[in-house]
């Protein structure tokens, strides 16, 4: 599994042209990813301020959600005025039933796309995380 809490902000004059793009991307990738288990938007207290919840299979799920062609499709350069993903990990028993964010090696076989992603947005599990239940 590979969960994250994109914090998003968006600039001023942005906001309609930005929840059309969600509303698009979040319809598209329900409509063909399986690996997709929650993508979710929300607005922030702050203007311009939204945040995503994704979660996905495992991180290949993740990779190719990022590198698919409806992402890839919309000019986030107009409406973004910055992103930070960070990578989530939900506590045992109070984590909406997601599984644990796990961070597998590249396999040998990785495609070029993979690759790319791997490189864009790695995973780091950090040590804290680990025997924490």
Not at 30 to 51: D, H, I, L, M
Not at 95 to 116: F, I, Y
Request: include cysteine; charged fraction near 25%; hydrophobic fraction near 35%.
């Amino acid at each position: 599994m590979a969960s994250l809490l994109a914090h998003i902000k968006i600039q001023p004059g942005k906001e309609q042209k930005w929840e059309a793009i969600m509303h698009d991307m979040v319809s598209q990738t329900f409509a063909s990813e399986e690996g997709v288990v929650r993508y979710e938007y929300w607005k922030g207290q702050e203007p311009n301020a939204y945040y995503c919840l994704l979660s996905f299979k495992d991180k290949w799920a993740f990779y190719h959600h990022q590198m698919s062609d409806h992402h890839e499709g919309h000019d986030f350069a107009d409406v973004l005025a910055g992103i930070e993903l960070e990578y989530i990990d939900p506590v045992e028993g109070a984590g909406g039933g997601l599984p644990p964010t796990r961070d597998p090696p590249l396999p040998g076989d990785a495609s070029a796309a993979q690759k790319t992603a791997q490189e864009r947005f790695p995973l780091s599990v950090p040590a804290w995380w680990e025997g924490r239940k």
